[in-house]
């Protein structure tokens, strides 16, 4: 593709100016880091395989109505998306307790909630992306209360529409974490899911192993994060043929 300018780079994803008005490139990078980026590793086959996974979820919330930037796939680690506004915010969806909730209140990892918990977390590396209440949300302007309605709703669809997926495949969705941004029409705005949504940013466990098959494999040592990705894109028949593993060219006698 011809030179862009790059617009932001982040710790997994690069986003490019993008083709039109109102559009960026997402281009999806193998980098994986963990614990605020004190933990960081190349992880071959990563952007591909999520950058696929993206997509699947994202053009399946669109065809059940859920509002989301993706509009088409360019390339193995490349999308074309609507630019958003995002709001600086990490929204969180819990079906089962785990990671920093287990450690918050002292719940055993695995232990069903009573419902789905929706949490909200300050976007901001240097302060490690503290949780925040929605108090605090519309007190400092980070969104409006009709946002923060609008943003739960929105965060229960993905879960729901997540949840079904998922379990169709026999996978557990544990939690999640989604961005949400705003498009502008006039002078009004409305809510659009953002970002990416895979293994990176979702917990997944095999429903009958319990097998973790998401970024705690890497947080937490526990194999092959790319084994763990591509059994989940293999699982959904969105493997892409031979990417995961790439192939270097081979020399025939
Ligand atoms: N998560 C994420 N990015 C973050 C923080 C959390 O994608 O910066 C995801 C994480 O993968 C998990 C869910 O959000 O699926 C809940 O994460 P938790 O609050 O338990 O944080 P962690 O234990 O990962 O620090």
């Given at each position: ?14 986003m490019y ?14 980098d ?9 590793a190349?992880i ?6 999520n950058?696929?996974l ?14 989301n ?46 419902r ?24 400092f ?39 949400i ?7 009004f705005?409305?809510?659009i ?15 009958e ?21 591509t ?17 270097k060219?081979?020399?025939?006698n």
């Amino acid at each position: 593709m011809a030179r862009r300018k790059k617009i932001y780079e982040g710790k997994a994803k690069i986003m490019y100016e993008g083709p039109e008005p109102g559009t960026m490139v997402q281009y999806f990078k193998d980098d994986a880091t963990a614990f605020n980026a004190e933990k960081k590793a190349t992880i071959e086959g990563k952007g591909v395989l999520n950058n696929r996974l993206s997509e699947y979820f994202m053009t399946g919330m669109t065809q059940v109505g859920i509002p989301n930037h993706f509009i088409k796939r360019l390339n193995m680690r490349e999308q074309l998306i609507r630019s958003v506004e995002i709001i600086p915010l990490e929204v969180i969806v819990r079906n089962f307790a785990a990671g920093s909730l287990s450690k918050r209140l002292g719940l055993v990892e695995g232990t069903p909630l009573p419902r789905p918990i929706v949490e909200f977390c300050y976007k901001d590396d240097a302060l490690g992306d503290p949780l925040v209440s929605e108090e605090h949300i519309i007190a400092f302007g980070w969104a409006t209360q009709q946002d923060l309605d609008d943003m739960i709703a929105l965060a229960l669809r993905v879960n729901d529409f997540m949840s079904g997926v998922m379990l169709a495949v026999g996978i557990k969705l544990v939690d999640f974490k989604i961005e949400i941004g705003r498009i502008w029409e006039n002078d009004f705005h409305r809510l659009i899911i953002a970002d990416e949504i895979s293994p990176d940013s979702c917990r997944l466990w095999d429903i009958e192993t319990g097998r973790k098959l998401d970024k705690d494999v890497f947080r937490r040592d526990l194999g092959s994060l790319s084994d763990a990705y591509t059994e989940v894109a293999r699982r959904l028949g969105v493997l892409p043929t031979n990417v995961t593993h790439a192939t270097k060219p081979t020399l025939i006698n």
